[in-house]
């Protein structure tokens, strides 16, 4: 793959070049879910954005490791430091344990994932698993003189780092400013300023969630679990950071103020941040009833909802849109989606029955290159969605036969959806797999019919036969009184 990669870097707000720090190895890192409630459209956006880039990488010959997090120690999203325990909250209401609420909730995520055909990341570290690392780079943090304590918490003191390094280059945003246009919150009175956040917080005697520390028996701020996990796995330099739109400030830039306060420098080359999707044009929240979830959108059940949409519809959905524009949510929009995408694939399961003649009259080498150079220009899948419906033109023109293609250009073209929609695009075919599904269903079942008619003629090596090797393939057969049940294994 020779073409260049260009991605858009947050941090320096233009398209650059992707040079990887140690190629061809490229680190990966992305903020996962805070695991205390159901996986909605907002997660498989980022998932299925961060999914695109990963298998595009890997694509372009690239080894990632990408590391993608799981936040179970229940923060509010936006103010880290304020405020109750997510998980201990839901666990008190449901009378679980919140390490049971956080694993719930876990493999909801996971589950919707693997309906999307997100692929799994190299690693999924847990910040409850990595207290020791985040309680290690607080003291660093207080060593280089950026951190204080007060009453067994510990905060970032924003107003001597601004001194000595600028917060704010992520979001742009400037620390005067923002102080201007502060309310006052709880807990304030312990830190210096309400732009200080902190690093770790003492717990009340009513939180859950706890942990010793050589300041108080606490939990560590929501910021630091991602500096601590991504230098514990990637280093103190590494080449991608990804997120949500949301999580730019202060999530991402307090990240920096840390990675920076603790190193010396920024542990980031490229920020990239997927933008937000909307519900029929309003911000989508629990408050107005208008938060979907992946599963209540799978199954066609929310008032919200004309109709069940497919993992695949949802997936083809968002990577109709470029990953930093808003992407508005509607019935019409879903169900445009569901027609694109079978127009789609029905153009790819019917290339296998096109019949190379001739000299070409159709051109694919120019089709297959737009389609490369959008993806490589900062993830344009829009634009090489666009590119691939032009050669869903030709397929349906030589299926009509009103036009040639000769054999080299057919192979050309074949490559070309195999690799971009299964591969890169990871846009598999439902329908294709329910069909394939059946069919393994009814020769399994047609074969568990022989294997019984041969017992009742006390054939029993056919019998046996039968059961061993399905069980070779995968297929353990379980005898019952009056018949066999059997399950994939
Ligand atoms: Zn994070």
Request: hydrophobic share 40%; glycine share 8%; charged share 25%.
């Amino acid at each position: 793959m020779n073409t260049k990669l260009y991605l858009h870097n947050t941090l320096s707000r233009r398209k650059e070049e992707f040079v990887p720090i140690n190629p061809p190895h490229v680190g990966l890192y992305v903020c996962g879910p805070t695991v205390y409630g159901d996986p909605h459209l907002g997660h498989a956006r980022s998932a299925i954005t961060f999914d695109l880039l990963f298998r595009l990488l890997r694509h372009h010959g690239y080894k990632v490791r990408y590391v993608r997090n799981i936040t179970d120690v229940g923060h509010l999203e936006h103010d880290a430091d304020e405020g109750n325990d997510k998980i201990a909250e839901k666990a008190r209401l449901e009378q679980l344990e919140p390490m049971e609420v956080a694993q719930r909730y876990t493999n909801r995520y996971h589950e919707a994932l693997r309906q999307l055909n997100v692929l799994s990341p190299s690693i999924e570290p847990r910040a409850s698993g990595h207290i020791i690392e985040q309680i290690a780079l607080v003291q660093r943090i207080i060593d280089a003189g950026l951190a204080y304590q007060s009453n067994g918490s510990v905060y970032f003191d924003v107003a001597k780092y601004n001194e000595l390094h600028r917060y704010g280059q992520l979001s742009g945003r400037v620390l005067d400013d923002l102080q201007a246009n502060t309310r006052a919150l709880d807990g304030q009175d312990e830190k210096r300023s309400p732009f200080d956040f902190a690093l770790w917080k003492k717990a009340s005697p009513e939180h859950i969630m706890r942990w010793p520390s050589p300041w108080s028996e606490g939990f560590p701020g929501w910021h630091l679990e991602c500096s601590a996990m991504s230098a514990k796995y990637l280093g103190q330099q590494f080449d991608i950071h990804g997120g949500g739109m949301d999580l730019m400030f202060p999530h991402h830039e307090c990240e920096i103020a840390q990675n920076v306060a603790a190193s010396g420098s920024g542990a980031v080359r490229y920020w990239l941040h997927n933008n937000m999707i909307t519900i029929n044009g309003q911000k989508m929240g629990k408050s107005l009833g208008n938060s979907i979830s992946l599963a209540e959108l799978f199954a066609g059940a929310h008032p919200l909802l004309e109709q069940a949409y497919s993992p695949m519809t949802i997936r083809f959905f968002i990577l109709q849109a470029h990953y930093r524009s808003t992407l508005d949510f509607s019935n019409e929009a879903l169900q445009a989606a569901q027609r694109g995408l079978a127009r789609l694939q029905s153009a790819h399961r019917a290339l296998r029955k096109v019949q190379p003649a001739g000299q070409s009259s159709v051109e694919v080498g120019a089709i297959a290159q737009r389609v490369h150079e959008a993806l490589a220009d900062d993830l344009n899948s829009p634009v090489a969605l666009a590119a691939m419906f032009d050669a869903v033109r030709i397929i349906n023109a030589l299926l009509e036969g009103k036009e040639r293609i000769a054999a080299d250009d057919l192979a050309r073209l074949r490559v070309l959806f195999d690799t971009v929609l299964i591969d890169i695009m990871g846009l598999v075919d439902e329908q294709q797999a329910q069909g394939q599904a059946k069919l393994v269903e009814g020769l399994v079942d047609m074969l568990l019919g022989v294997r019984q008619q041969a017992k009742a003629n006390r054939d029993f090596a056919t019998s046996d036969r039968i059961r061993d090797e399905l069980a070779r393939m995968g297929v353990a057969v379980r005898d019952r009184k009056d018949g066999a049940d059997w399950e994939l294994v």
